[in-house]
């Protein structure tokens, strides 16, 4: 069936009648806008108004119009929203999605559509894999492509043994078995915790320390990452077992982690400091814009969703009814990415370097991430030979 899905989706592509190009460029947006995480779904907003910002607020000629929808972080939530936008607003893209669960909730309705989906976040196994679609890009990574970069760099620090604490959901499942896929140590222990809800770490930290294994690998990201971080150094284990981290430590969540954040690595394909031309500008431009923010990943994936969408409309000259050329250009990657230059898999995921990151104070004495290291060079997930697509 799962193969199916993706047959029906490429025969659409190819034998679908030519739908009718408007005068304006529709995108919807579906990302978190309420609740404790709405600074993630606001950051991604920041980050795509400033990249409209610097294309004049036009792809080839034409006007953009962007229409928001809040997920409220709930899969039932963003696939209703997901509908309004293909059924009602009949936008020409759909970009965003923070949370696995959310965009495999929506994720049929895009592709049984015809209408092209950009995850600038999410980045579930399924997609990489047996769901991957003609009409589905993503502009983040797999999951897995992160921790696993942060399993390669804790070999390389010799450490011989691990316990793995991540919330229960499809993102936290596959966090824990990027890390696994490379960690050569022992894997003492993994817990799962209620997402999103549980905010409490204590029974957690307490088998972690029990475990006696030597350190800690953690996902967690906006407040649980908060949340996870302060609990972790009352418990007083950051003299103990060193923690390793994916997406818990970021710009975000720095203001409130303080100090506790220094000292705890962290990977990523993108920091703030990478020396490319249009990420220097990037930066600069979205602190003015922002006054007192910082971009984060978050920011910058959704910030090349909105290049790599002007990227197809320019190369059909507007007219987004040529689905196949726009697929065609989009396999490219032909844009100038803040991350530098990657290119797409066959399941239209980014083969990408992985950097290490690490918190430092800047001249200003704020807290900031650094590039240190590059842990792994042009990386493709481990699931792109499940994809139909070739």
Same mark, same amino acid.
């Given at each position: *069936?799962?193969?199916?899905?993706?047959?029906?989706?490429? $025969?659409?592509?190819?034998? @679908?009648?030519?739908?009718?190009?408007?005068?304006?460029?529709?995108?919807?947006?579906? @990302?978190?806008?309420?609740?404790?995480?709405?600074?993630?779904?606001?950051?991604?907003?920041?980050?795509?108004?400033?990249?409209?910002?610097?294309?004049?607020?036009? *792809?080839?000629?034409?006007?953009?119009?962007?229409?928001?929808?809040?997920?409220?972080?709930?899969?039932?939530?963003?696939?209703?929203?997901?509908?309004?936008?293909?059924?009602?607003?009949?936008?020409?893209?759909?970009?965003?999605?923070?949370?696995?669960?959310?965009?495999?909730?929506?994720?049929?309705?895009?592709?049984?559509?015809?209408?092209?989906?950009?995850? $600038?976040?999410?980045?579930?196994?399924?997609?990489?894999?047996?769901?991957?679609?003609?009409?589905?890009?993503?502009?983040?990574?797999?999951?897995?492509?992160?921790?696993?970069?942060?399993?390669?760099?804790?070999?390389?620090?010799?450490?011989?043994?691990?316990?793995?604490?991540?919330?229960?959901?499809?993102?936290?499942?596959?966090?824990?078995?990027?890390?696994?896929?490379?960690?050569?140590?022992?894997?003492?222990?993994?817990?799962?915790?209620?997402?999103? @809800?549980?905010?409490?770490?204590?029974?957690?930290?307490?088998?972690?320390?029990?475990?006696?294994?030597? @350190?800690?690998?953690?996902?967690?990201?906006?407040?649980?990452?908060?949340?996870?971080?302060?609990?972790?150094?009352?418990?007083?284990?950051?003299?103990?077992?060193?923690?390793?981290?994916?997406?818990?430590?970021?710009?975000?969540?720095?203001?409130?982690?303080?100090?506790?954040?220094?000292?705890?690595?962290?990977?990523?394909?993108?920091?703030?400091?990478?020396?490319?031309?249009?990420?220097? #500008?990037?930066?600069?431009?979205?602190?003015?814009?922002?006054?007192?923010?910082?971009?984060?990943?978050?920011?910058?994936?959704?910030?090349?969703?909105?290049?790599?969408?002007?990227?197809?409309?320019?190369?059909?000259?507007?007219? #987004?009814?040529?689905?196949? $050329?726009?697929?065609?250009?989009?396999?490219?990657?032909?844009?100038?990415?803040?991350?530098?230059?990657?290119?797409?898999?066959?399941?239209?995921?980014?083969?990408?370097?992985?950097?290490?990151?690490?918190?430092?104070?800047?001249?200003?004495?704020?807290?900031?991430?650094?590039?240190?290291?590059?842990?792994?060079?042009?990386?493709?997930?481990?699931?792109?030979?499940?994809?139909?697509?070739?």
């Amino acid at each position: *069936m799962k193969t199916s899905f993706w047959l029906a989706g490429a $025969a659409a592509l190819l034998f @679908s009648s030519t739908a009718f190009a408007g005068d304006t460029i529709k995108i919807g947006f579906v @990302s978190t806008f309420s609740g404790p995480t709405a600074v993630i779904g606001n950051d991604m907003r920041n980050s795509f108004e400033l990249a409209l910002d610097h294309l004049g607020r036009k *792809m080839n000629g034409k006007p953009v119009e962007v229409i928001y929808e809040d997920d409220q972080q709930k899969p039932d939530v963003g696939k209703q929203k997901t509908e309004k936008l293909v059924q009602s607003d009949k936008v020409d893209f759909i970009v965003g999605y923070i949370w696995s669960n959310v965009l495999l909730a929506s994720l049929k309705t895009a592709v049984d559509s015809q209408t092209f989906l950009i995850s $600038a976040n999410a980045g579930p196994s399924q997609l990489a894999g047996e769901l991957c679609s003609p009409y589905v890009f993503s502009t983040s990574w797999q999951n897995d492509q992160t921790p696993a970069a942060m399993g390669l760099y804790m070999n390389q620090k010799g450490v011989k043994s691990v316990f793995l604490i991540g919330p229960n959901y499809a993102a936290g499942k596959d966090m824990l078995a990027g890390l696994k896929s490379t960690f050569k140590g022992q894997i003492v222990g993994e817990e799962y915790t209620v997402w999103p @809800s549980q905010l409490d770490f204590s029974a957690e930290l307490s088998k972690a320390r029990a475990s006696g294994a030597e @350190s800690i690998f953690v996902f967690y990201p906006g407040a649980a990452g908060v949340q996870f971080l302060n609990q972790y150094v009352q418990a007083g284990l950051k003299e103990k077992m060193p923690l390793y981290t994916a997406f818990t430590v970021d710009e975000l969540s720095l203001p409130l982690q303080k100090d506790n954040a220094i000292g705890v690595p962290g990977a990523q394909e993108w920091v703030n400091d990478l020396p490319n031309e249009q990420n220097k #500008t990037f930066v600069a431009d979205y602190r003015k814009k922002y006054t007192g923010l910082r971009p984060t990943y978050y920011g910058a994936q959704a910030y090349d969703a909105a290049q790599l969408i002007n990227s197809a409309v320019v190369a059909v000259k507007g007219d #987004t009814s040529k689905k196949d $050329a726009m697929k065609a250009e989009m396999e490219k990657a032909n844009f100038k990415s803040l991350r530098g230059a990657f290119k797409f898999g066959n399941n239209h995921i980014p083969i990408q370097s992985f950097y290490l990151q690490d918190v430092v104070k800047d001249a200003d004495g704020q807290l900031s991430l650094k590039t240190v290291a590059t842990i792994v060079e042009n990386d493709q997930d481990r699931f792109h030979d499940k994809c139909p697509m070739k």
